[in-house]
């Protein structure tokens, strides 16, 4: 090989080479014996609100971070390590069951790690996976849902929902201030506009209730109130809707609360 086509060929070299698999350093360490119990493995999934970086162990889900701020696979590494003390090692397939939890919204029975965190944290955190794709409640739900003795505050629930690590399959977004306006502690403006819309909640309708007062909806036929994105208030024909600014309101009127929706009775 004379001077000119060796050049040549060392030139050539990095067009050789390939890219390796994304999953090619949790294949190494299965291939050296290291246990998945020493680390976590995560993908990159499509939501309504872009990228969704979903870290999982053997056992449950571990963390979970939208990409809309510029989040890198890498920075999400580093994330994950800081906050779980674990090592997060790029994947290819998801843990069983996150696929369908993001496409129909019911990730309430996927096994999400909770363990790392503040009992009161915890609390609130769980309320919110209660709530059903396509519904939204306020934070005085979450007060009463969450109170394990006395409720945590407004703020509490607030820290506790911008403090979410586990992005969109602890769905934040259905939790709305108590005059139906959302809170959005979790995400960046766009993205909880975003889910609410993947999800059918038709935000005008509920601005709309809300500037009217309406905090709760009643049906003349069943004497029942709920929230108003409850599957049951959704059912109700505009002729028998009765509306009603407070649960004291609806009682006086001789309604009960939706069994299915919880509202407030206070």
């Known amino acids: ?19 390796a698999p994304p999953d090619f350093a ?11 119990d020493h680390y976590d493995s995560y993908v990159r999934l499509d939501t309504a609100a872009g990228g969704l970086f979903v870290a999982a162990s053997p056992q449950a889900v571990t963390g979970a971070c939208l990409d809309s701020a510029g989040l890198t696979g890498a920075a999400f590494e580093e994330l994950h390590r800081a906050r779980t003390g674990r ?11 996150i696929v369908p939890a993001l496409r129909t919204g019911r990730a309430h029975r996927l096994a999400i790690d909770l363990s790392g965190l503040p009992e009161e944290q915890r609390a609130v955190l769980e309320a919110v996976r209660n709530i059903p794709a396509g519904q939204l409640r ?32 602890i769905p934040c977004h259905r939790v709305t201030h108590d005059n139906g306006s959302p809170c959005d502690a979790a995400y960046l403006p766009k993205a909880g506009e975003a ?28 004497f029942i109130y709920c929230h108003p994105t409850c599957a049951h208030a959704r059912r109700i024909t505009p002729g028998h809707r009765v509306h009603f600014r407070t649960a004291h309101d ?3 009127a001789g309604y009960r609360a939706c069994k299915s929706c919880r509202p407030i009775t206070v």
């Open 195 to 222: 889910l609410r819309r993947a999800e059918h909640i038709d935000m005008t309708r509920v601005t709309e209730l809300s500037r009217a007062g309406t905090v709760f909806l009643g049906s003349d036929t069943t």
């Open 87 to 97: 090592s997060a090692i790029p994947g290819s397939k998801p843990w069983p069951g």
């Open 26 to 36: 949790l294949r190494v360490l299965r291939r050296v014996g290291i246990s998945e």
């Open 250 to 252: 609806a009682r006086e």
């Open 138 to 169: 306020p934070l005085s739900w979450i007060a009463r849902e969450a109170g394990t003795g006395s409720p945590p505050s407004a703020a509490d629930i607030l820290r506790a929902l911008a403090a979410n690590p586990v992005a969109v399959l």
């Open 1 to 19: 090989m004379n001077g000119s086509n060796g050049d040549d060929f060392t030139r050539r070299l990095p067009d050789l080479a390939s890219a």
